[in-house]
């Protein structure tokens, strides 16, 4: 059986996808990049133990440098971490997620990603969240989230390693968390020049959003870590579920 490791960061449109139950594939760039390529490491029953530089077709020597993937290994549960805002103790909201501290005491927490996309939120001069008032707030960057403001658990089902350009249109939409998307209604409503790119430019839009400047970007065409997975927790809000009907942009935007 797995076990639980070190959290993993996940931007708002990555949750918000999860949430709906559309996406089920996680990339993250293999670091330090490969110099030639990677290739599975196997056992002689063939279970896939690392990867290794596949060392170019000239290569002669034993190759002594394997990778493993750091983010965890097939059957590793791990904890999602987000954008999140805490209340003070003392503080109740029936539209937001209550959790117990590490002091066993009830907080209320707000979470970026069920918040409208593409907005702030939060007012940094003032410490509040735009349009509370309320004092004493903490906003937390998904690195610094506290264990116990977890809501999201994944397991890790199947890992492999793949250049981002040779990502399928079927994968795309693993990632992107558009399964099942109705893209004739989308265009129907916003215009063919809007969604009318194809898969795969949707997601390297989303990719470069991220990564730009990076020297990781869709046209430098990096290596990255593909995890396949299944969601085992997931607490939701009242915002959450009015977001799971929301358009196309919150699978895009943050």
């Known amino acids: 059986m797995g076990r639980t490791k070190k959290g993993i960061k996940l931007t708002g449109a990555e949750v918000r996808a999860i949430i709906c139950g559309r996406k089920r594939q996680l990339r993250r760039v293999v670091e330090p990049q490969p110099a030639f390529g990677l290739r599975p490491y196997k056992t002689p029953r063939m279970k896939v133990l690392a990867w290794e530089d596949s060392g170019g077709p000239n290569l002669t020597t034993k190759l002594d440098k394997r990778i493993r993937c750091p983010y965890g290994a097939v059957g590793d549960i791990l904890r999602v971490q987000e954008i999140v805002y805490i209340a003070p103790p003392g503080h109740s909201d029936d539209e937001a997620l209550s959790r117990t501290d590490y002091k066993d005491e ?60 040779d990502i399928t249109v079927e994968e795309c939409m693993l990632d992107l968390g558009v399964v099942g998307y109705d893209w004739d209604a989308a265009e129907a409503e916003n215009g063919e020049d809007e969604y009318g790119v194809g898969e795969k430019a949707l997601f390297s839009g989303a990719w470069d959003g991220v990564y730009d400047g990076t020297g990781f970007e869709w046209n430098d065409n990096p290596w990255v870590w593909v995890m396949q997975f299944e969601v085992v927790t997931l607490d939701t809000c009242g915002t959450c579920n009015e977001q799971q009907t929301g358009n196309f942009d919150m699978f895009l935007e943050g």
């Open 106 to 165: 009830p907080r209320v927490v707000w979470y970026d990603a069920c918040m409208t996309p593409g907005e702030e939120h939060w007012d940094d001069e003032n410490k509040k969240i735009i349009g509370l008032d309320l004092e004493g707030v903490k906003r937390c960057h998904a690195d610094l989230m506290p264990k116990w403001a977890g809501r999201i658990e994944i397991k890790i089902i199947g890992i492999y390693a793949q250049k981002i350009q």
